[in-house]
């Protein structure tokens, strides 16, 4: 079994494009199944594992737990939310000469990944594609490029300016499957985690990898440390959360609690007093919603008791699961707990003991 910067780099080497989650879920059941008390998929794609709280007798609830059903009425719990789904392209038209327009699945630009190797997701070959502007050595003849130099047109560089050259004509794309629709990710070729001095990792989607791993090893904590959370525990691996929180939602909709505490990168800016070097960011409110005092004190005093110097955040231009959840009332209660991230939606860096601080708290939280 895979653990470490071993798990994680093989999540970020799987394509989960938001709606396309299946591979990114398939390594998370792998590693989530032998520490849960139960698991299953629901009808919005979310991986979800169950860990039975504590009896008074602090006895092992594991052979008198069974799933969760609609049926067995709204029960107690919390819901701990990391999401599988990443920021990806989806292929809008294929023109006559076999190049594809795409355009974003999530908030993301052309600048943020940059130009360079992309996966084309067909329905029967997956192939590289080459993300692509055009030649820098254009005048006003070739206005789609021109506009974009900063000394000529001087606009941002979007969607409508970059194409993908596929080397493959229409017949032969129709052929791999790819059609309107046809998810595109970022180039495994530019997924690999580099060392950033000597306390630091980056890579592209650590949003929310870096997460997904930390709640992971958190369940792990508990598993092996013998501990039961004091109230029933639904650990839910995410669908679409970059295209409006769509798999957060529905699990907060449908499974027991009044909880949702959602695992996030968090910007680290001069604006929110955040900074990479800091101990986890815990959020207050964010674009949506004012999480819950009581929930996210919860979260700073474990973080404090444990010395890893929290940093208290009032998030603007953000939103997670939890905070959707609660914006529309499918959850009465919401937390957040990120990881501090440099550049999040870019090439993300956190620190190396980042994802073991957010899984000790989240063990702490869950058993307090």
């Not at 970022?186 to 001095?197: E, F, Q």
């Amino acid at each position: 079994m895979a653990h470490g910067d071993d798990l994680l780099q093989e999540l970020l080497w799987t394509y989960g494009p938001c709606g396309q989650e299946d591979a990114v879920r398939a390594v998370c059941a792998r590693e989530l199944e032998p520490i849960v008390d139960d698991m299953w998929v629901d009808d919005a794609g979310n991986l979800i594992g169950f860990i039975g709280a504590a009896t008074d007798s602090g006895s092992d609830t594991t052979q008198s737990r069974h799933r969760w059903t609609p049926t067995a009425g709204p029960g107690t719990g919390t819901r701990v939310m990391a999401h599988l789904d990443e920021l990806s392209m989806v292929v809008k038209r294929i023109e006559p000469d076999g190049s594809l327009h795409v355009t974003q699945l999530g908030v993301m630009h052309p600048g943020n990944f940059g130009l360079g190797p992309v996966a084309v997701l067909g329905d029967n070959e997956t192939f590289t594609a080459v993300l692509t502007l055009g030649s820098e050595h254009t005048t006003k003849e070739s206005p789609r490029i021109w506009e974009t130099k900063p000394d000529k047109g001087d606009r941002a560089l979007d969607w409508q300016h970059v194409y993908l050259f596929t080397g493959r004509s229409p017949e032969q794309l129709s052929a791999a499957g790819v059609h309107a629709g046809t998810r595109v990710c970022v180039d495994r070729s530019k997924r690999t985690l580099v060392d950033v001095g000597d306390d630091y990792v980056g890579c592209y989607f650590l949003d929310d990898r870096a997460a997904v791993t930390a709640l992971l090893r958190a369940t792990r904590l508990l598993r092996d440390g013998g501990r039961r959370p004091g109230d029933d525990v639904y650990l839910v691996f995410t669908t679409n959360e970059e295209i409006g929180g769509v798999g957060g939602s529905y699990a907060s909709a449908t499974l027991p609690g009044t909880l949702t505490l959602a695992l996030e990168v968090g910007p680290t800016e001069q604006e929110y007093a955040t900074t990479v070097a800091g101990g986890p960011i815990v959020g207050y409110s964010d674009a949506l919603c004012v999480y819950d005092k009581n929930i996210a004190d919860r979260l700073m005093q474990i973080a404090t008791d444990r010395g890893l110097q929290p940093q208290a955040a009032v998030l603007g231009a953000f939103e997670t699961d939890a905070s959707r959840a609660k914006a529309g009332g499918l959850t009465p209660r919401a937390g957040l707990l990120c990881l501090p991230t440099l550049s999040t939606h870019g090439f993300e860096v956190i620190t190396r003991d980042a994802i073991d601080a957010m899984a000790t708290i989240v063990a702490d939280f869950l058993v307090a």
